[in-house]
């Protein structure tokens, strides 16, 4: 209601209580006149009153409306300055460090006097921001804990490169990264992965944690299409060992830390690479419908062999996999099948004729795996899970005919030699405190190489 | 044409692809709020939250809360507000639209800032949330469903979004 029509409304309603409070009293008609002049004074006088109230309204209202404007005003800077301030802590907005480990108990089943403890990793990363679109990133790891000459540990870099977006949908890359295949290599925080330690196929068969030097053009697409290409350093047959005079391993734990695969033990690292050979790589990854992931990767390149013997041809390793996770709600499925092949290798093994451990020319191997969240409270999680697993590291070999891939006696220490494939059930849980800590535990069992067969405790972090 | 050849020529590639360039900050506050309200004028909402109200926040939501990167404000029909959380390393800004009914509208991603992980950008991730309100569970694996390789991306800006909600209920909501 406009407030001006307010006074003839309020003043007319009092004469009218006025009126019949008198009426109370006497008859209306009866009203002397000292009593009507006397009612008209008060009239007035109230309706002066009311004029002055109506004024201090006005400046109330005036008031209430400066103070709601300049509430907002300051709203909006104190709006301003949090959008304008600086949103990290720390030594600076720019700069990030992040970290992740793993501490593993295992114990063989067959075996116990060959149970380890082992903090398998330790990592720091630290990532810097040149600018909106140019990022660093970079991992520094130590392995086995200690890390010197006549210590077992390693002291790596595992990334080290520059991104700069291109635009929305690319960005190139240069530097040590990592390779783009598999579920695993990309994401091997102990958080992001069931089992105290990796499978069996993403780390024989798909070396892990694999990264090569190069450049790489990267995306994602609107429709939730990744890809990723690039050139980077390869193989270097050089780096393999035909002559160990003992198996390389004795457990699963020395088999997945001792690089006998073919890929882990020819990866260079980009640790004086050889760079006369190049390998390209690309890789496609399906994420548009949520909880749903698939994609494939292909790697290929010749490799450097050594000078003796001389004359050796060019050998070319080629690597390919597929891989898809499907999480629907509590549940996560997952598989992966991987494959490899070296070309040429006929003339390198014959000229190690004999020796305990040529060249395989294929290895594969896959596994499907389900895991499903039983129990969530309050941030902690308890996810049990089962995996099967098929590897092979030596699926075939171009070797001096009758001779053996893997010799047939006795190895030096009295036992048999170990054979390069199984087939592997693991039953365990992964038990997290928060997304950021996981306790694990399962249990590994082995049906060709049956001594294998372990329990093991983990510890994992990634922050 | 050698493989080292080859290699030399990947940095006149990138320059080459480098025209359209954008930065990583997808939409600008302002761009966001256009989209999200048309022309409607929105009005900065003051989020002077007490300590009871920070802690109660807290407690519904279950992640830590600190008033100061939520921003809000107030549409004729609806909120839209601003926050960023933590994605893998480094900080994801986002900003969702609530009706008037306290349903989510839309979120959208303002800006991302590491090489790896933006599939939370994706606008099938993104629709699960519309229609949400408070109470509803919000958690990854449940009735969020994560994209894998960006598992820590979704999870914190469903935390977020949880969070959020809780702040509109608590500090917000009209009674």
């Known amino acids: 209601m406009n407030p001006a029509m307010k006074t003839p409304f309020v003043r007319t309603a009092i004469a009218a209580v006025l009126l019949s409070a008198g009426g109370a009293h006497a008859d209306p008609a009866g009203i002397d006149a000292a009593t009507a002049q006397k009612m008209e004074q008060q009239i007035e006088r109230l309706s002066q009153e009311l004029e002055e109230m109506k004024t201090q309204l006005k400046q109330l209202k005036a008031?209430?409306?400066?103070?709601?404007?300049?509430?907002?005003?300051?709203?909006?800077?104190?709006?301003?300055?949090?959008?304008?301030?600086?949103?990290?802590?720390?030594?600076?907005?720019?700069?990030?460090?992040?970290?992740?480990?793993?501490?593993?108990?295992?114990?063989?089943?067959?075996?116990?006097?060959?149970?380890?403890?082992?903090?398998?990793?330790?990592?720091?990363?630290?990532?810097?921001?040149?600018?909106?679109?140019?990022?660093?990133?970079?991992?520094?790891?130590?392995?086995?804990?200690?890390?010197?000459?006549?210590?077992?540990?390693?002291?790596?870099?595992?990334?080290?490169?520059?991104?700069?977006?291109?635009?929305?949908?690319?960005?190139?890359?240069?530097?040590?990264?990592?390779?783009?295949?598999?579920?695993?290599?990309?994401?091997?925080?102990?958080?992001?992965?069931?089992?105290?330690?990796?499978?069996?196929?993403?780390?024989?068969?798909?070396?892990?944690?694999?990264?090569?030097?190069?450049f790489g053009f990267h995306g994602d697409t609107s429709i939730g299409i990744g890809w990723d290409v690039g050139l980077t350093t390869g193989l270097n047959l050089g780096n393999w060992n035909f002559t160990p005079e003992n198996p390389l391993y004795r457990t699963a734990l020395e088999l997945e830390d001792t690089n006998v695969a073919p890929m882990q033990a020819t990866h260079q690292e980009l640790q004086l690479a050889d760079a006369q050979h190049l390998s390209q790589y690309v890789s496609l990854n399906y994420k548009g419908v949520p909880g749903l992931l698939a994609g494939a990767a292909l790697f290929t390149g010749n490799t450097a062999v050594p000078n003796t013997p001389p004359g050796l041809p060019d050998e070319r390793v080629t690597l390919w996999e597929t891989h898809a996770r499907w999480t629907p709600g509590a549940a996560d499925l997952s598989a992966v099948y991987a494959r490899g092949t070296i070309s040429d290798t006929a003339a390198y093994n014959i000229a190690n004729a004999g020796t305990p451990n040529p060249i395989p020319s294929k290895f594969w191997g896959y596994y499907l795996q389900g895991a499903y969240t039983v129990w969530r409270h309050n941030g902690y999680r308890l996810a049990p899970f089962v995996r099967w697993e098929r590897y092979d590291m030596g699926a075939s070999y171009d070797i001096a005919a009758g001779t053996a891939p893997v010799p047939t006696g006795l190895a030096a220490d009295g036992k048999p030699w170990p054979q390069p494939y199984d087939r592997v059930w693991t039953y365990g849980a992964n038990f997290y405190l928060n997304p950021h800590v996981v306790l694990k535990a399962d249990y590994q069992s082995f049906q060709t190489n049956s001594d294998f067969t372990r329990f093991d405790l983990g510890l994992g972090l990634n922050f | 044409m050698t493989p080292s050849s080859r290699l030399l020529l990947l940095p006149f590639a990138a320059v080459a692809v480098c025209a359209p360039a954008h930065a990583m900050v997808y939409l600008s506050v302002e761009e966001a709020q256009k989209l999200m309200f048309g022309d409607q004028a929105l009005t900065p909402l003051p989020l002077s939250l007490s300590p009871q109200q920070v802690a109660a926040v807290e407690k519904d939501a279950g992640v830590k809360f600190f008033p100061g990167s939520l921003r809000a404000w107030k549409g004729a029909d609806g909120y839209f507000f601003v926050d960023a959380v933590i994605?893998?390393?480094?900080?994801?800004?986002?900003?969702?639209?609530?009706?008037?009914?306290?349903?989510?509208?839309?979120?959208?991603?303002?800006?991302?800032?590491?090489?790896?992980?933006?599939?939370?950008?994706?606008?099938?991730?993104?629709?699960?949330?519309?229609?949400?309100?408070?109470?509803?569970?919000?958690?990854?694996?449940?009735?969020?469903?994560?994209?894998?390789?960006a598992t820590l991306s979704c999870e914190h800006v469903t935390d977020g979004i949880r969070r959020l909600l809780s702040v509109y209920d608590i500090a917000i909501r009209p009674r």
């Open chain 1, 63 to 214: 008031q209430n409306e400066a103070l709601a404007t300049q509430q907002q005003q300051q709203a909006a800077q104190v709006q301003q300055a949090v959008a304008a301030a600086p949103q990290q802590g720390g030594i600076s907005p720019d700069l990030s460090l992040w970290g992740y480990g793993e501490v593993y108990y295992t114990h063989p089943q067959h075996d116990p006097a060959l149970s380890q403890a082992d903090l398998a990793r330790a990592v720091f990363g630290i990532g810097y921001h040149f600018d909106d679109r140019t990022v660093f990133n970079s991992e520094f790891e130590v392995e086995h804990a200690v890390s010197s000459a006549s210590d077992k540990g390693e002291f790596e870099v595992e990334q080290f490169y520059v991104d700069h977006q291109l635009a929305d949908w690319a960005a190139v890359k240069g530097g040590l990264f990592l390779m783009p295949f598999g579920l695993l290599n990309e994401h091997h925080e102990p958080t992001n992965f069931y089992g105290v330690q990796r499978n069996f196929v993403e780390t024989l068969i798909i070396p892990s944690t694999w990264r090569e030097g190069g």
């Open chain 2, 87 to 149: 994605g893998k390393h480094d900080l994801i800004t986002y900003a969702v639209a609530l009706g008037q009914d306290g349903k989510v509208r839309q979120v959208e991603i303002l800006e991302y800032r590491e090489a790896y992980g933006g599939d939370v950008r994706n606008p099938r991730w993104r629709k699960q949330f519309t229609g949400k309100q408070h109470g509803d569970p919000l958690h990854l694996g449940e009735d969020i469903q994560g994209i894998s390789g």
